[in-house]
């Protein structure tokens, strides 16, 4: 019997896609004060352990696309990432925008949102990631207001280790080229065991959602994400969050 995700808060749960992303640049702390202001609950942020081993939000492991710089995060200590723009990207009036911290967030935010934080690594060995979210989590006492998820099954298996699986975990899957093909469909929760499964919309499954609790993909068409809400979705995540918490 499947275990109702965050039971105070009514289904789905709308979490914004690395913050309000459609109205401000990705995983910064703008795209993230947008949430708060207009009281959207859930908020979806992707983290990476730099390389002087910081916790940083940001999506991708390549600095080219956010910042037009030939390098990699884990490459970098946090003294060079902290003084990157990451909002030029997005638009002019955005210049200056920064990597936030994760601990930066849970600092300014706290209790008032639901975190989804995805663990971003292709490691399938250290763990150094894993625990040190999880004493963040701690640190902060937000153990109440976090899911860990992951593509990668092995960190989320760690995880679930390090916090007694205490924190709900999910595993994340999509029929795209860059997922490893063993793991397309979701087959990476028998290594992970995850108690939480996020499927890309098009793999939402009648029969998983009546064993796990689902969140599902990027959506951001209300239509779209009523027919979800009809499959009892547990959470859906969406680039303009706003439009769907009529749903």
């Known amino acids: 019997m499947k275990k109702e995700l965050f039971a105070q808060y009514p289904k789905p749960i709308i979490f914004a896609h690395r913050g309000y992303s459609s109205r401000a640049p990705e995983n910064t702390m703008l795209a993230f004060d947008l949430c708060k202001e207009h009281n959207i609950v859930g ?29 990699v995060v884990e490459e970098l200590r946090w003294e060079q990432l902290k003084r990157l723009d990451v909002g030029s990207f997005k638009g002019a009036e955005f210049t200056g925008a920064t ?22 690594t292709m490691d399938a060995k250290d763990g150094q990631l894993a ?22 099954p092995f960190v989320i298996r760690q995880f679930n280790r390090l916090s007694g699986n205490t924190i709900p975990t999910g595993t994340i899957y999509s029929l795209s080229k860059e997922v490893p093909p063993l793991l397309r469909r979701g087959w990476g929760r028998y290594i992970a065991r995850p ?21 599902t993909w990027t959506v951001d068409d209300p239509k779209q994400a009523k027919a979800l809400a009809q499959m009892n979705v547990a959470g859906i995540i969406s680039n303009d969050p706003l439009k769907l918490l009529g749903i």
């Open 131 to 152: 625990l040190k979210v999880w004493q963040c989590i701690q640190t902060y006492h937000l153990q109440e207001h976090v899911l860990i998820s992951s593509f990668n």
């Open 43 to 71: 908020i979806e942020l992707d983290v990476h352990m730099c390389k002087s081993g910081e916790l940083v939000i940001i999506h991708d492991h390549h600095l080219g696309r956010l910042c037009n710089l030939d390098a």
């Open 99 to 120: 990597i936030p911290l994760l601990s930066e967030l849970f600092e300014k935010h706290h209790t008032h949102f639901i975190y989804d934080i995805e663990l971003k």
């Open 195 to 215: 108690s939480v499964l996020k499927p890309h919309w098009e793999l939402v499954n009648p029969k998983r959602v009546s064993r796990y609790p689902i969140i």
